[in-house]
Each structure stands twice: as C-alpha cells, then as structure tokens.
C-alpha cells in the first residue's frame, strides 16, 4: 500500500471531470486500497480520486468515529430526497487548514458500484449524505470553497498558494 499525494487548491488539476470507471479490476481496488491508507492517514472522511489526480468516477469513505466502516463508491449518482437543507462545518483535504459552514440536502438516495463492481442503492443523511455530495462534487471538479463568497475564496487561495511557495 501507499499514501498519494494530495493536489491542494487552486491546483487547476482539481477542476477535471474525472470519467466513469469501465472495468472494476485488481488495479483498481489497489488504487482504492491506497485512497484508503491515504484517507486514515491523513486523517479524513472522504476522499475522491481526483483529489489524487487520478481522473476516474471512484470515492472513499469513512465517517464512523472508530473508522471501521470503509466505503467505497463507483460512478456514484445521488438523488436529492427532501428540501430541507443542513449547515455542516466542511473540510477538505486539499483545502488543508480551513473549515467553513456550506449547506446542503440533508437526505439523498446513493447509487453506485461496490469494490467487486456490483450495484447498490443506499439512502443517507446526516454527515454520511454531505460527504457523498462533497465527494460527488470532486468527481465534476467542484470544491466546498466555490460555495462560499469570492471574498472568502480568493483569502483562502492567497494563503494556500503563500504556504505553496514556502514549500518549494
Ligand atoms: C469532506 O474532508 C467533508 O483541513 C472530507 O487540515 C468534510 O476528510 C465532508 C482534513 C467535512 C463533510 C464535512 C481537512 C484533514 C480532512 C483539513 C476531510 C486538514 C486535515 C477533510
Ligand atoms: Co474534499
């Protein structure tokens, strides 16, 4: 296994479309091994292959408090359940260091394919159902910070790129 490197905003790589994934196959779930050592390790609750410039429609998660409850999605699709909309505080690991309130649909309905390729539906909310929206997000090349305000954006893209030029 191996932890891969993070892209961090405003890394233009962050804003491909990633495709959908054709053959679900041991190449695979070694990238999806590795998204998972790379995830606890950081440590987070989600993270989506574009994240690890790998430009295909795969996700992880893992939102259980003992982080023992891997998930793994192929081609997710949601479908919003309600109108009611939930604030969470969100993260995200190639934004490290900053958390900002963004609201969403607090119940979707998930489907997608499981490590062996197989389809499944599952209904969520809560914390589970903003970080599929978050993750989903990733796979269209949209971060938590384009909901914010320009302002808010633009400060958090000058101080990661400040920290990125101290860094080389
Ligand atoms: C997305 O984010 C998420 O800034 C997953 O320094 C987050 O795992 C969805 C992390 C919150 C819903 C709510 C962030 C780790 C992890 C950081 C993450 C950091 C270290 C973020
Ligand atoms: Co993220």
């Known amino acids: 296994m191996a932890i891969l490197n993070i892209l961090e905003f405003p890394d233009s790589r962050l804003r491909t479309i990633a495709k959908p994934v054709t053959v679900v ?4 779930r070694l990238l999806i091994d590795d998204m998972f050592e790379t995830m606890y390790d ?5 993270l989506a292959a574009t994240q690890v410039n790998v430009h295909q429609r795969l996700v992880v998660i893992d ?6 409850e891997p998930l793994v999605l192929i081609n997710p699709q949601f479908e919003v359940l ?3 909309l939930e ?6 690991l190639s934004v490290p260091g900053f958390y900002e309130t963004v609201e969403r649909p607090q119940r979707v309905k998930v489907n997608a394919l499981d490590r ?13 159902a903003v970080c599929i929206q978050h993750e989903c997000d990733h796979l269209n090349g949209k971060l938590f910070v384009d909901y914010l305000s320009t302002l808010k ?8 790129e400040k920290q990125h030029r101290q860094q080389d």
């Open 25 to 28: 196959d041991d190449a695979l």
């Open 116 to 128: 062996n390729g197989e389809p499944f539906e599952m209904l969520c909310e809560g914390l589970l």
């Open 63 to 68: 939102v259980s408090e003992e982080k023992t």
């Open 153 to 160: 954006r633009d400060r958090i893209k000058k101080k990661l």
């Open 87 to 92: 604030e969470y505080q969100e993260g995200c």
């Open 42 to 46: 950081a440590p987070g609750i989600g």
């Open 82 to 84: 309600t109108e009611e």
